[in-house]
């Protein structure tokens, strides 16, 4: 198969939504990425998500790589160490996700440069 580059706004073979949950003290997200019309998501690639900018928000660590990822969301989850600092924030992240067409004639790495917001109800 072919692999194919596109980035930023170009990325447009998969969507990544972000999914921000409470759970006690910390912020879970879910970083899930779904393919487009035609297209699947690939696992066999080198998949990885960078947490930038976390204003407010702590984090054991903040690169992930395939190994690490949800195969079944497809994926990751990712939750803060610790209570945030402040009510409400955004959350910068770089995602590389793979996405094939169905016959795995062409594939395509994607770069998504995103941000999610979260608010933190808690006190």
């Keep these: 198969a072919s692999l194919a580059r596109a980035s930023g706004p170009d990325a447009k073979n998969a969507i990544i939504d972000v999914d921000v949950k409470a759970e006690g003290d910390n912020l879970k997200f879910a970083f899930k990425a779904k393919a487009k019309d035609g297209l699947e998501i690939n696992l066999e690639g080198p998949w990885k998500l960078e947490v930038k900018g976390h204003d407010g928000l702590n984090f054991a660590k903040t690169s992930f790589l395939k190994g690490e990822m ?42 998504y440069n995103g941000k999610a917001a979260w608010t933190y109800a808690g006190k």
Excluded: I, N, W
């Design 70 to 111: 949800d195969e079944k969301l497809p994926g990751f989850v990712v939750a803060t160490a610790g209570k945030p600092a402040k009510a409400k924030g955004d959350l910068d992240y770089t995602l590389v996700a793979f996405v094939c067409t169905k016959e795995k004639t062409q594939c395509f790495r994607e770069v």
